[in-house]
Protein backbone atom coordinates (compact mmCIF):
# COMPACT_ATOMS: atom_id res chain seq x y z
CA UNK A 1 0.00 0.00 0.00
CA UNK A 2 1.22 3.60 -0.78
CA UNK A 3 1.21 5.08 2.14
CA UNK A 4 2.67 6.62 5.65
CA UNK A 5 0.19 6.26 8.77
CA UNK A 6 0.81 8.97 10.92
CA UNK A 7 -0.76 6.55 13.61
CA UNK A 8 0.75 4.87 16.81
CA UNK A 9 3.24 2.86 14.92
CA UNK A 10 4.74 5.93 12.63
CA UNK A 11 4.34 8.31 14.90
CA UNK A 12 5.88 7.26 18.06
CA UNK A 13 8.75 5.59 15.84
CA UNK A 14 11.27 8.18 16.78
CA UNK A 15 12.35 10.45 19.50
CA UNK A 16 10.05 13.41 20.40
CA UNK A 17 7.21 11.26 19.17
CA UNK A 18 5.22 12.65 16.01
CA UNK A 19 5.69 16.37 16.70
CA UNK A 20 9.53 15.70 17.04
CA UNK A 21 11.56 14.88 13.63
CA UNK A 22 9.99 11.85 13.37
CA UNK A 23 6.57 14.04 12.49
CA UNK A 24 8.72 15.61 9.94
CA UNK A 25 9.63 12.62 8.15
CA UNK A 26 6.29 11.89 6.88
CA UNK A 27 5.33 12.59 3.60
CA UNK A 28 2.43 14.87 4.14
CA UNK A 29 2.72 15.82 7.46
CA UNK A 30 0.71 16.21 10.25
CA UNK A 31 -2.83 17.34 9.95
CA UNK A 32 -5.50 18.52 12.36
CA UNK A 33 -8.86 20.09 12.07
CA UNK A 34 -11.39 22.12 14.14
CA UNK A 35 -14.94 22.31 13.68
CA UNK A 36 -16.98 25.41 13.87
CA UNK A 37 -20.57 25.15 14.37
CA UNK A 38 -23.66 26.56 15.09
CA UNK A 39 -26.74 27.60 14.02
CA UNK A 40 -27.46 29.16 9.83
CA UNK A 41 -25.81 32.30 9.69
CA UNK A 42 -24.28 32.57 13.42
CA UNK A 43 -20.94 33.47 11.38
CA UNK A 44 -18.92 29.89 10.76
CA UNK A 45 -17.95 30.81 7.21
CA UNK A 46 -16.96 34.13 7.88
CA UNK A 47 -15.00 32.81 11.05
CA UNK A 48 -13.79 30.20 8.93
CA UNK A 49 -12.84 32.29 6.43
CA UNK A 50 -11.37 35.56 8.94
CA UNK A 51 -8.34 33.44 10.67
CA UNK A 52 -7.28 31.37 7.31
CA UNK A 53 -4.36 31.91 5.01
CA UNK A 54 -6.85 31.46 1.65
CA UNK A 55 -10.24 32.29 1.31
CA UNK A 56 -12.91 29.50 2.68
CA UNK A 57 -13.06 26.69 0.10
CA UNK A 58 -15.80 24.52 -0.66
CA UNK A 59 -16.40 20.66 -0.86
CA UNK A 60 -19.07 19.01 -1.79
CA UNK A 61 -20.36 15.09 0.33
CA UNK A 62 -22.93 13.09 -1.98
CA UNK A 63 -25.30 11.96 -0.08
CA UNK A 64 -28.02 9.11 -0.16
CA UNK A 65 -31.72 10.65 0.50
CA UNK A 66 -31.21 8.76 3.64
CA UNK A 67 -28.36 10.57 4.82
CA UNK A 68 -25.66 8.34 4.29
CA UNK A 69 -22.30 9.40 2.56
CA UNK A 70 -21.59 7.43 -0.75
CA UNK A 71 -18.37 6.40 -1.40
CA UNK A 72 -18.40 5.33 -4.71
CA UNK A 73 -19.46 6.22 -8.47
CA UNK A 74 -22.91 4.30 -7.88
CA UNK A 75 -25.50 6.39 -7.69
CA UNK A 76 -23.69 9.62 -7.93
CA UNK A 77 -26.05 10.48 -10.49
CA UNK A 78 -28.94 9.62 -9.78
CA UNK A 79 -31.74 11.66 -8.04
CA UNK A 80 -32.05 9.77 -4.68
CA UNK A 81 -28.72 12.21 -3.60
CA UNK A 82 -28.29 15.11 -1.91
CA UNK A 83 -25.69 17.42 -1.86
CA UNK A 84 -23.91 19.14 1.02
CA UNK A 85 -21.25 21.73 0.92
CA UNK A 86 -18.52 22.19 3.65
CA UNK A 87 -16.75 25.21 3.71
CA UNK A 88 -13.23 25.12 5.41
CA UNK A 89 -9.71 26.53 5.60
CA UNK A 90 -5.92 26.00 6.32
CA UNK A 91 -3.99 27.54 8.88
CA UNK A 92 -0.13 26.37 8.38
CA UNK A 93 1.49 26.25 11.63
CA UNK A 94 4.31 25.49 10.21
CA UNK A 95 5.90 23.45 7.02
CA UNK A 96 4.84 20.24 8.09
CA UNK A 97 1.79 21.31 10.26
CA UNK A 98 -1.64 22.23 9.27
CA UNK A 99 -4.21 22.91 10.79
CA UNK A 100 -7.91 22.51 9.02
CA UNK A 101 -10.73 24.48 10.20
CA UNK A 102 -14.46 23.44 8.99
CA UNK A 103 -17.65 24.86 8.79
CA UNK A 104 -20.20 22.21 9.93
CA UNK A 105 -23.40 22.15 7.19
CA UNK A 106 -27.31 22.57 8.65
CA UNK A 107 -27.90 20.80 11.57
CA UNK A 108 -30.93 19.30 11.02
CA UNK A 109 -30.40 16.40 8.42
CA UNK A 110 -26.13 16.00 8.05
CA UNK A 111 -25.67 14.28 11.25
CA UNK A 112 -23.00 11.84 9.31
CA UNK A 113 -21.26 14.18 7.56
CA UNK A 114 -20.90 15.93 10.97
CA UNK A 115 -19.61 12.64 12.30
CA UNK A 116 -17.35 12.05 9.76
CA UNK A 117 -16.34 15.82 10.58
CA UNK A 118 -15.86 14.97 14.10
CA UNK A 119 -13.66 11.85 14.30
CA UNK A 120 -10.37 12.66 14.74
CA UNK A 121 -11.30 16.80 15.10
CA UNK A 122 -9.03 19.04 18.21
CA UNK A 123 -12.22 20.18 18.67
CA UNK A 124 -15.04 22.47 18.15
CA UNK A 125 -16.14 26.22 18.21
CA UNK A 126 -19.99 26.66 18.67
CA UNK A 127 -20.99 30.16 17.73
CA UNK A 128 -23.79 31.58 19.25
CA UNK A 129 -25.93 34.77 18.59
CA UNK A 130 -27.80 36.07 21.47
CA UNK A 131 -30.95 36.65 19.56
CA UNK A 132 -31.12 33.14 18.38
CA UNK A 133 -29.16 31.50 21.55
CA UNK A 134 -31.56 28.13 20.94
CA UNK A 135 -29.91 27.58 17.06
CA UNK A 136 -26.90 26.27 18.91
CA UNK A 137 -28.12 23.90 21.37
CA UNK A 138 -28.35 20.81 19.20
CA UNK A 139 -24.34 21.74 18.48
CA UNK A 140 -24.01 21.76 22.27
CA UNK A 141 -25.39 18.60 22.42
CA UNK A 142 -23.75 16.87 19.43
CA UNK A 143 -20.03 17.84 21.08
CA UNK A 144 -21.37 16.81 24.83
CA UNK A 145 -22.51 13.58 24.21
CA UNK A 146 -19.61 12.53 22.17
CA UNK A 147 -16.95 14.21 24.48
CA UNK A 148 -15.22 16.23 21.84
CA UNK A 149 -14.07 19.33 23.77
CA UNK A 150 -15.47 22.58 23.17
CA UNK A 151 -15.93 26.63 23.58
CA UNK A 152 -18.81 28.60 23.14
CA UNK A 153 -17.77 31.62 21.06
CA UNK A 154 -20.84 34.29 21.31
CA UNK A 155 -20.70 36.49 17.91
CA UNK A 156 -21.20 40.02 19.09
CA UNK A 157 -23.67 41.08 16.09
CA UNK A 158 -24.05 45.37 16.12
CA UNK A 159 -27.12 46.28 18.07
CA UNK A 160 -27.57 43.33 19.85
CA UNK A 161 -27.38 43.38 23.70
CA UNK A 162 -23.91 42.78 24.70
CA UNK A 163 -24.59 39.97 26.94
CA UNK A 164 -22.17 38.53 29.99
CA UNK A 165 -20.61 35.46 29.23
CA UNK A 166 -22.04 34.12 32.23
CA UNK A 167 -25.77 34.75 31.35
CA UNK A 168 -25.08 32.52 28.16
CA UNK A 169 -23.55 30.02 30.26
CA UNK A 170 -26.37 29.72 32.41
CA UNK A 171 -28.32 29.90 29.64
CA UNK A 172 -27.23 26.88 27.55
CA UNK A 173 -26.76 24.89 31.42
CA UNK A 174 -22.94 24.40 30.32
CA UNK A 175 -20.19 22.50 32.96
CA UNK A 176 -18.57 25.42 34.34
CA UNK A 177 -15.26 24.02 32.55
CA UNK A 178 -16.55 25.00 29.21
CA UNK A 179 -14.88 28.17 28.08
CA UNK A 180 -17.28 30.90 27.17
CA UNK A 181 -15.96 33.51 25.20
CA UNK A 182 -17.51 37.05 23.09
CA UNK A 183 -15.88 37.77 19.60
CA UNK A 184 -16.34 39.30 16.25
CA UNK A 185 -16.25 36.31 14.06
CA UNK A 186 -14.84 38.81 11.16
CA UNK A 187 -11.82 39.98 13.12
CA UNK A 188 -9.37 37.73 13.13
CA UNK A 189 -7.77 38.24 16.03
CA UNK A 190 -10.74 37.87 18.01
CA UNK A 191 -10.98 33.97 15.98
CA UNK A 192 -7.25 33.19 16.72
CA UNK A 193 -8.06 33.98 20.49
CA UNK A 194 -11.45 31.53 20.35
CA UNK A 195 -9.12 28.90 18.61
CA UNK A 196 -6.17 29.18 21.40
CA UNK A 197 -8.44 28.99 24.19
CA UNK A 198 -10.29 26.02 22.76
CA UNK A 199 -7.13 24.60 22.28
CA UNK A 200 -5.99 25.19 25.79
CA UNK A 201 -9.19 23.49 26.93
CA UNK A 202 -8.22 20.33 24.54
CA UNK A 203 -5.15 19.78 26.02
CA UNK A 204 -6.43 20.87 29.67
CA UNK A 205 -9.14 18.28 29.19
CA UNK A 206 -6.50 15.52 28.16
CA UNK A 207 -4.93 15.99 31.51
CA UNK A 208 -7.50 15.54 33.59
CA UNK A 209 -7.88 12.38 31.32
CA UNK B 1 -18.49 11.49 -15.10
CA UNK B 2 -19.84 10.24 -18.34
CA UNK B 3 -19.00 6.77 -19.23
CA UNK B 4 -17.90 5.57 -16.20
CA UNK B 5 -20.28 3.72 -15.20
CA UNK B 6 -18.81 0.80 -13.51
CA UNK B 7 -20.76 -1.82 -15.31
CA UNK B 8 -19.16 -0.88 -18.38
CA UNK B 9 -17.00 -3.43 -19.79
CA UNK B 10 -13.80 -1.19 -20.13
CA UNK B 11 -12.84 -2.63 -23.54
CA UNK B 12 -15.94 -1.52 -25.21
CA UNK B 13 -16.44 1.43 -23.10
CA UNK B 14 -16.32 4.74 -24.88
CA UNK B 15 -13.98 6.44 -23.41
CA UNK B 16 -11.80 3.34 -23.59
CA UNK B 17 -8.12 4.36 -24.93
CA UNK B 18 -8.47 2.29 -27.78
CA UNK B 19 -5.64 4.18 -29.87
CA UNK B 20 -2.92 4.09 -26.96
CA UNK B 21 -3.39 0.79 -26.12
CA UNK B 22 -4.91 -2.02 -29.13
CA UNK B 23 -7.46 -4.67 -28.36
CA UNK B 24 -7.24 -7.14 -25.41
CA UNK B 25 -4.58 -9.80 -25.58
CA UNK B 26 -6.02 -13.21 -25.65
CA UNK B 27 -5.76 -14.88 -21.78
CA UNK B 28 -5.25 -11.84 -20.26
CA UNK B 29 -7.42 -10.36 -17.73
CA UNK B 30 -10.11 -8.46 -19.63
CA UNK B 31 -9.25 -4.82 -17.85
CA UNK B 32 -5.74 -5.47 -19.09
CA UNK B 33 -4.48 -4.24 -22.99
CA UNK B 34 -0.99 -4.56 -24.58
CA UNK B 35 0.88 -1.77 -25.91
CA UNK B 36 3.67 -2.69 -28.23
CA UNK B 37 5.54 0.18 -27.73
CA UNK B 38 5.19 0.35 -24.20
CA UNK B 39 3.99 -3.60 -22.59
CA UNK B 40 0.69 -4.04 -20.18
CA UNK B 41 -0.81 -1.05 -19.43
CA UNK B 42 -3.40 -1.22 -17.15
CA UNK B 43 -6.81 1.57 -17.03
CA UNK B 44 -7.09 2.91 -13.82
CA UNK B 45 -10.79 3.23 -13.49
CA UNK B 46 -11.23 -0.14 -14.20
CA UNK B 47 -9.26 -1.31 -10.86
CA UNK B 48 -12.13 -0.08 -8.82
CA UNK B 49 -14.91 -1.36 -10.57
CA UNK B 50 -17.00 -3.12 -8.15
CA UNK B 51 -14.91 -2.46 -5.28
CA UNK B 52 -15.93 0.62 -2.96
CA UNK B 53 -13.17 1.55 -0.04
CA UNK B 54 -15.12 2.09 3.22
CA UNK B 55 -15.69 5.59 4.42
CA UNK B 56 -15.31 4.43 7.83
CA UNK B 57 -12.02 3.41 7.56
CA UNK B 58 -10.61 7.02 7.86
CA UNK B 59 -7.57 6.28 5.53
CA UNK B 60 -9.20 8.98 2.58
CA UNK B 61 -10.46 10.80 5.87
CA UNK B 62 -11.06 14.59 4.16
CA UNK B 63 -7.81 15.70 6.05
CA UNK B 64 -6.13 12.55 4.60
CA UNK B 65 -2.79 14.17 3.56
CA UNK B 66 -2.12 13.25 -0.46
CA UNK B 67 1.50 13.96 -2.62
CA UNK B 68 1.88 12.35 -5.80
CA UNK B 69 5.11 10.15 -6.24
CA UNK B 70 7.40 10.73 -8.15
CA UNK B 71 8.14 8.40 -11.07
CA UNK B 72 11.52 7.44 -9.49
CA UNK B 73 9.58 6.01 -6.04
CA UNK B 74 7.61 3.93 -8.28
CA UNK B 75 8.06 0.03 -9.04
CA UNK B 76 9.60 0.62 -12.01
CA UNK B 77 7.65 -3.61 -12.82
CA UNK B 78 4.50 -2.11 -12.61
CA UNK B 79 2.42 -1.49 -15.74
CA UNK B 80 2.50 1.98 -16.97
CA UNK B 81 -1.11 3.63 -15.75
CA UNK B 82 -3.46 5.00 -18.40
CA UNK B 83 -4.80 8.10 -16.84
CA UNK B 84 -8.00 9.57 -16.84
CA UNK B 85 -8.01 13.44 -16.95
CA UNK B 86 -9.84 14.07 -13.51
CA UNK B 87 -6.73 11.06 -12.26
CA UNK B 88 -4.03 13.15 -13.73
CA UNK B 89 -5.38 16.78 -12.41
CA UNK B 90 -5.50 14.92 -9.08
CA UNK B 91 -1.61 13.97 -9.60
CA UNK B 92 -1.01 17.76 -10.51
CA UNK B 93 -2.22 19.57 -7.38
CA UNK B 94 -0.55 17.35 -5.21
CA UNK B 95 3.08 17.26 -7.02
CA UNK B 96 5.07 19.88 -5.14
CA UNK B 97 2.91 20.31 -1.67
CA UNK B 98 1.14 17.31 -0.02
CA UNK B 99 -2.69 18.28 -0.18
CA UNK B 100 -6.14 17.37 1.67
CA UNK B 101 -8.48 15.14 0.58
CA UNK B 102 -11.07 17.83 1.02
CA UNK B 103 -8.30 20.62 -0.83
CA UNK B 104 -8.52 18.03 -3.83
CA UNK B 105 -12.17 18.13 -3.76
CA UNK B 106 -12.72 21.86 -3.64
CA UNK B 107 -9.92 22.30 -6.47
CA UNK B 108 -11.03 19.34 -8.51
CA UNK B 109 -14.48 20.41 -8.17
CA UNK B 110 -15.44 17.30 -7.31
CA UNK B 111 -17.19 16.04 -5.04
CA UNK B 112 -15.13 14.10 -2.04
CA UNK B 113 -16.83 10.91 -2.51
CA UNK B 114 -15.52 10.68 -6.46
CA UNK B 115 -12.41 12.04 -5.04
CA UNK B 116 -12.10 9.02 -2.67
CA UNK B 117 -12.79 6.64 -5.67
CA UNK B 118 -9.93 8.30 -8.26
CA UNK B 119 -7.62 8.59 -4.83
CA UNK B 120 -8.18 4.57 -4.69
CA UNK B 121 -7.37 4.00 -8.16
CA UNK B 122 -4.12 6.35 -8.28
CA UNK B 123 -3.14 4.34 -4.48
CA UNK B 124 -3.49 1.24 -6.21
CA UNK B 125 -0.74 2.52 -9.00
CA UNK B 126 1.30 3.59 -6.59
CA UNK B 127 1.12 6.72 -7.67
CA UNK B 128 0.37 8.56 -4.53
CA UNK B 129 1.54 8.76 -0.76
CA UNK B 130 -1.18 9.36 1.75
CA UNK B 131 -0.40 10.02 5.28
CA UNK B 132 -3.42 9.70 8.03
CA UNK B 133 -4.15 12.34 10.54
CA UNK B 134 -2.88 12.09 14.13
CA UNK B 135 -5.93 9.62 15.45
CA UNK B 136 -6.18 12.03 18.74
CA UNK B 137 -8.00 9.31 20.59
CA UNK B 138 -4.66 7.19 20.65
CA UNK B 139 -2.35 10.26 20.93
CA UNK B 140 -2.98 12.30 23.90
CA UNK B 141 0.39 13.99 22.98
CA UNK B 142 0.47 17.69 24.64
CA UNK B 143 3.51 18.68 22.99
CA UNK B 144 1.73 18.63 19.60
CA UNK B 145 -0.97 20.43 21.20
CA UNK B 146 1.63 23.42 22.64
CA UNK B 147 2.57 23.49 19.31
CA UNK B 148 -0.47 24.17 18.11
CA UNK B 149 -1.68 27.06 20.79
CA UNK B 150 1.72 28.77 20.16
CA UNK B 151 1.61 28.34 16.19
CA UNK B 152 -1.86 29.97 16.49
CA UNK B 153 -0.87 33.16 18.75
CA UNK B 154 1.45 33.84 16.62
CA UNK B 155 -0.96 34.79 13.26
N1 LIG C 1 -22.00 42.45 12.39
C1 LIG C 1 -21.48 41.25 12.28
N2 LIG C 1 -21.79 40.51 11.21
C2 LIG C 1 -21.27 39.26 11.09
C3 LIG C 1 -20.40 38.74 12.08
N3 LIG C 1 -20.07 37.47 11.71
C4 LIG C 1 -20.72 37.24 10.54
N4 LIG C 1 -21.43 38.32 10.17
C5 LIG C 1 -22.28 38.40 8.97
O1 LIG C 1 -23.36 37.50 9.14
C6 LIG C 1 -23.70 36.89 7.90
C7 LIG C 1 -23.70 35.37 8.00
O2 LIG C 1 -22.38 34.92 8.25
P1 LIG C 1 -21.86 33.51 7.73
O3 LIG C 1 -20.44 33.43 8.14
O4 LIG C 1 -22.15 33.33 6.28
O5 LIG C 1 -22.76 32.53 8.56
P2 LIG C 1 -22.81 30.91 8.54
O6 LIG C 1 -24.14 30.54 7.96
O7 LIG C 1 -22.75 30.51 9.97
O8 LIG C 1 -21.67 30.41 7.74
C8 LIG C 1 -22.71 37.41 6.88
O9 LIG C 1 -23.32 38.43 6.15
C9 LIG C 1 -21.57 37.94 7.72
O10 LIG C 1 -20.91 39.02 7.09
C10 LIG C 1 -20.07 39.57 13.21
O11 LIG C 1 -19.33 39.20 14.10
N5 LIG C 1 -20.63 40.80 13.26
MG1 LIG D 1 -21.70 29.25 5.97
Given amino acids: MASAHSDGTAGTAGPGGPTGEAGNRLPGGISLKILVAGGFGVGKTTMVGSVSEIRPLRTEERLSEAGRPLDDLVGVEGKDTTTVAM?????DLRPGLALYLFGTPGQDRFWFVWDELARGSLGAVVLADTRRLADCFPSVDFFEQRGIPFVIAVNCFEGT????????????????????LLCDARRREDSRDVLVRLVEHAAARRRVG | MSGRAPEDDPVESADAPSEATGPAVPGQPADRWYDDEAGPMVRLFSLTRGR???AGDGYFDLISMVSARSAADRDPLLPEPVLDPEHQAILDLCADEPLSVAELGSYTDLPVSVVRVLLGDLDD??????TRPVPLAELPDEHLLREVINGLRAL
Avoid: K, Q
Wanted: zero cysteines; a negative charge.
Fill in chain 1, 87 to 91: DFGRI
Fill in chain 2, 52 to 54: TRP
Fill in chain 1, 161 to 180: EVFAAEDVRSALDLDPEVPV
Fill in chain 2, 125 to 130: AELIDV
